[in-house]
C-alpha cells in the first residue's frame, strides 16, 4: 500500500479546488444563459402584447371614425327633395 506524501496530498487538493471551482463557474454559466433566455422570451411576449393591444386601439379608432364620417355625412348632406305634389297657382 503506498503512502501519501504531503506533496501529493496537497496536489490531490490542489486539483479538488480546481476541479470545484470548474463546476461552479460552469454551472453558474449556464444559470446566466437560463436568465438570459428568460428574458428574451419575456421581451418578445412583452413586444408582440404591444402590437396586438395597439392592433386593437387602431381598429377600435377606425370603427369609431368610421362611425363618426357617417354621421357627419348625415349632418352636412341637404335635405332630399319630398315627393308631393305641386301647388297649383290660384287663377288671378
Known sequence: MATRTPIST???VTQGLAHLAQATMTTGLRAIQDVGAEL???GRRT????????RDIGDDL???GQG?????RSLTRPP?????????????
Open 68 to 72: 363618426v364620417a357617417a354621421r357627419w
Open 10 to 12: 496537497a496536489q490531490a
Open 47 to 54: 413586444a408582440n402584447g404591444s402590437l396586438t393591444a395597439a
Open 80 to 92: 332630399a327633395k319630398t315627393a308631393g305634389r305641386r301647388r297649383r297657382r290660384r287663377a288671378a
Open 62 to 64: 377606425a370603427m369609431l
Open 40 to 42: 428574451a422570451t419575456a
